[in-house]
């Protein structure tokens, strides 16, 4: 180059490389992309064990009964499809399931299969007693759709026996 004009030649560094560069802010730009790589990991890590619904692992919880159990999404979508699957062990004429009011406040239910021989209303809850025959064991299902994205923190009785049940949906 000229000696008149006003750019300078930076010096040859250690490593050969002709550059005069601040290094400290290129380094912190490192640290913050490494840490969102981890972060992105672990959410794929959380999709793949079905935290975040639609299958996995961890998308449904098992809901034990004396005489049933019940299969309850642990994290559903809004908008999206689910299930409750009920299932009696135990041979009797019909079975009770009685479900608290917040649970309807936050999923649509679009179908049960069978249908209930009787639902009612009760304080704070819908009651939906089904017809048994043959042998043990039955199941029944409803199928869901959530309407609102949030906590959900209901009850379950189902032939007497009360069980809390807590659920995510997200958005």
Same mark, same amino acid.
């Given at each position: 180059?000229? *000696?008149? /004009?006003?750019?300078?030649?930076?010096?040859? $560094?250690? @490593?050969?490389? !002709?550059?005069?560069?601040? $290094?400290?802010? *290129?380094?912190?730009?490192?640290?913050?992309?490494?840490? %969102?790589?981890?972060?992105?990991?672990?959410?794929? &890590? &959380? %999709?793949? &064990?079905?935290?975040?619904?639609?299958?996995?692992?961890?998308?449904? *919880?098992?809901?034990?009964? %004396? @005489? +049933?159990?019940? #299969?309850?999404?642990?994290?559903?979508?809004?908008?999206?499809? @689910? #299930?409750? =699957?009920?299932?009696?062990?135990?041979?009797?004429?019909?079975? #009770?399931?009685?479900?608290? !009011?917040?649970?309807?406040?936050?999923? !649509?239910? #679009? $179908?049960?299969?069978?249908?209930?021989?009787?639902?009612?209303? =009760?304080?704070? %809850?819908?009651?939906? /007693?089904?017809? +048994? /025959?043959?042998?043990?064991?039955? *199941?029944?299902?409803? @199928?869901? $759709? +959530?309407?609102?994205?949030?906590?959900?923190?209901?009850?379950? /009785?189902?032939?007497?026996?009360?069980?809390?049940?807590?659920?995510?949906? &997200?958005?």
């Amino acid at each position: 180059m000229r *000696q008149g /004009t006003r750019l300078t030649i930076p010096k040859i $560094r250690p @490593d050969g490389l !002709q550059l005069d560069e601040p $290094r400290a802010r *290129q380094r912190r730009y490192w640290r913050v992309q490494r840490v %969102a790589w981890w972060c992105f990991g672990g959410m794929m &890590l &959380l %999709a793949v &064990l079905g935290l975040t619904g639609s299958g996995g692992v961890f998308s449904r *919880q098992t809901v034990h009964f %004396a @005489d +049933a159990r019940a #299969e309850v999404p642990r994290v559903s979508r809004w908008e999206g499809s @689910d #299930e409750v =699957a009920i299932t009696f062990d135990n041979p009797a004429p019909s079975h #009770e399931v009685r479900i608290s !009011q917040p649970f309807f406040e936050r999923f !649509q239910v #679009e $179908r049960i299969q069978p249908e209930p021989d009787r639902a009612s209303l =009760a304080e704070g %809850a819908q009651v939906m /007693t089904f017809p +048994a /025959t043959g042998p043990a064991p039955h *199941q029944v299902k409803l @199928d869901l $759709r +959530a309407m609102h994205f949030g906590w959900t923190r209901f009850e379950m /009785t189902v032939n007497g026996e009360t069980r809390p049940i807590t659920l995510i949906v &997200l958005p």
